[in-house]
C-alpha cells in the first residue's frame, strides 16, 4: 500500500517523477503508472493502487484536464475524500467538479525549501497519511487537514445534497 498515488497526464511525466522522487524522499511511499508491470491489467492495477492509497495528488496540467484518464482518478479520490490538487501552471483551471477545492500551486517540483504553498501540500499529505515530511516535522506540525473533498456528486433521482465549500464556509442544500 503506497502513503501517495498520483494522477497524472504522460506529457507531464518527467515533472511528476521529479515531485515522486521528493515525495519519497520526505519519507512517503509513492505509486504512479511506472510502476505497473510489463503484463498487468494496468486498469485493474491502477484501480487497486488507487483505493488502497492514503492519498491521490493529482498534477492538473493544460495536458490532464484533457485526459479521461486522469478526469476518472481525480473523481474517484474525490468520492473517497483523500484527492489533493496541485499544479505548476498558474493559469490551469480544473474541471468544472474540481474547482471547489484549493489547488496547491507549486513553481517547482523541489520541495527542499517549501514556499507556503508547498506547506500546505505537503501538511495535507502529512494529515491524510499519518506521517510527516522527514526534515519538515515542525513547519507542518498543527495545520489541519482542508478535506480532500469538493463535495461534488454524481446526480441521480430522487433526494440529494448539495455541499458547497468557500475557505471556512460550508453550506448544505437539500433537494427532492
Same mark, same amino acid.
Given at each position: 500500500?503506497?502513503?501517495?498515488?498520483?494522477?497524472?497526464?504522460?506529457?507531464?511525466?518527467?515533472?511528476?517523477?521529479?515531485?515522486? !522522487?521528493? =515525495?519519497?524522499? &520526505?519519507?512517503? $511511499?509513492?505509486?504512479?503508472?511506472?510502476?505497473?508491470?510489463?503484463?498487468? %491489467?494496468?486498469? *485493474?492495477?491502477?484501480?487497486?493502487?488507487?483505493?488502497?492509497?492514503?492519498?491521490?495528488?493529482?498534477?492538473?496540467?493544460?495536458?490532464?484536464?484533457?485526459?479521461?484518464?486522469?478526469?476518472?482518478?481525480?473523481?474517484?479520490?474525490?468520492?473517497?475524500?483523500?484527492?489533493?490538487?496541485?499544479?505548476?501552471?498558474?493559469?490551469?483551471?480544473?474541471? !468544472?467538479? =474540481?474547482?471547489? &477545492?484549493?489547488? $496547491?500551486?507549486?513553481?517547482?517540483?523541489?520541495?527542499?525549501?517549501?514556499? %507556503?504553498?508547498? *506547506?500546505?501540500?505537503?501538511?495535507?499529505?502529512?494529515?491524510?497519511?499519518?506521517?510527516?515530511?522527514?526534515?519538515?516535522?515542525?513547519?507542518?506540525?498543527?495545520?489541519?487537514?482542508?478535506?480532500?473533498?469538493?463535495?461534488?456528486?454524481?446526480?441521480?433521482?430522487?433526494?440529494?445534497?448539495?455541499?458547497?465549500?468557500?475557505?471556512?464556509?460550508?453550506?448544505?442544500?437539500?433537494?427532492?
Amino acid at each position: 500500500m503506497s502513503d501517495i498515488f498520483i494522477s497524472y497526464a504522460r506529457e507531464d511525466a518527467a515533472r511528476v517523477r521529479d515531485l515522486a !522522487l521528493e =515525495f519519497e524522499r &520526505l519519507g512517503w $511511499a509513492v505509486w504512479y503508472d511506472r510502476n505497473i508491470g510489463t503484463s498487468a %491489467e494496468f486498469d *485493474l492495477e491502477i484501480e487497486r493502487e488507487l483505493d488502497s492509497a492514503s492519498c491521490v495528488v493529482v498534477v492538473w496540467s493544460r495536458s490532464s484536464v484533457k485526459s479521461r484518464w486522469v478526469r476518472a482518478e481525480a473523481g474517484a479520490a474525490d468520492d473517497q475524500g483523500k484527492l489533493i490538487p496541485v499544479t505548476f501552471e498558474p493559469d490551469v483551471l480544473p474541471p !468544472l467538479r =474540481f474547482r471547489q &477545492l484549493n489547488v $496547491a500551486r507549486l513553481s517547482s517540483t523541489s520541495l527542499q525549501h517549501p514556499t %507556503e504553498q508547498a *506547506l500546505s501540500l505537503l501538511a495535507e499529505i502529512s494529515s491524510a497519511t499519518g506521517k510527516p515530511p522527514r526534515g519538515l516535522e515542525s513547519h507542518v506540525a498543527g495545520r489541519k487537514r482542508a478535506g480532500g473533498r469538493s463535495g461534488a456528486r454524481t446526480v441521480t433521482a430522487g433526494k440529494w445534497r448539495l455541499t458547497a465549500k468557500y475557505l471556512w464556509t460550508k453550506a448544505n442544500y437539500e433537494f427532492e
